[in-house]
């Protein structure tokens, strides 16, 4: 158990739980988090116990309501502010861990947290789930790749129709849209969760770590170079004859 004040991590046999802990303000992502979020995703990248994470939000109404812009939108100069990015850069840091992330969504799942989600390699979904991009409606732009991210999940044309007009998208079409992986109840949302990451912490770790690799990192590349990257990581788990 940890001792942080914003998130609990928790480490149960060889699966990471990452609980975003401020019910009283939906789990709204403040600095705070921020930097106790930094500390839980560096332990969970270096840790060789733990094989897959779980993140979910304390509480009964949001998995994350976004960020709180009573801290962000009155942060230090933009020098400062980019120093403490680079220092801290809590997405790059998500996106660089080769472990399965398991994200388990209910209630509210809005601006930073829609991109935490997406930051995860599998989004299971409760029934309850609404998500968000509401940075327009506020003057300002998503800041923690969700104009990258929820494109190359759900297409150029879902995402900009979602951010730019501000709707907000419950769990059935988040399902079509391919937001989500599944959609099951409330109560079965984090039983769901640790089946899948129990199944996935069953496989051999490398093998695991190097089939994500071979999606993630080539999502980003043409086909043939896929292949590449692809027959480049097989050749570290096929034995040679």
Known sequence: MSNFETIIYEKLDDIGYVTLNRPHALNAYNLKMRDELYQVLDAIKD???V????FR???ERAFCAGADLTEFLTAPSPIIARQV???RDVWGLFLSIAKPLIAALHGYVLGDG???ALCCDIRLASEDVQFG???PGLGI????????TLPRVIGGAKALEILLSGRWIKAEEAHRLKLVNRVVSRNELLPEAERLARKIADFDPVAVSYAKQAITRGLDLSLEQGLELEAKLARFVIPLH
């Open 57 to 59: 939000g304390a509480g």
């Open 114 to 116: 829609i991109e935490i």
């Open 133 to 135: 991009l509401p940075e």
């Open 47 to 49: 840790d060789a116990e």
């Open 85 to 87: 990015r680079w220092e």
């Open 51 to 54: 094989k897959v994470a779980i």
């Open 141 to 148: 732009i998503p800041a923690a790749g969700g104009s990258q």
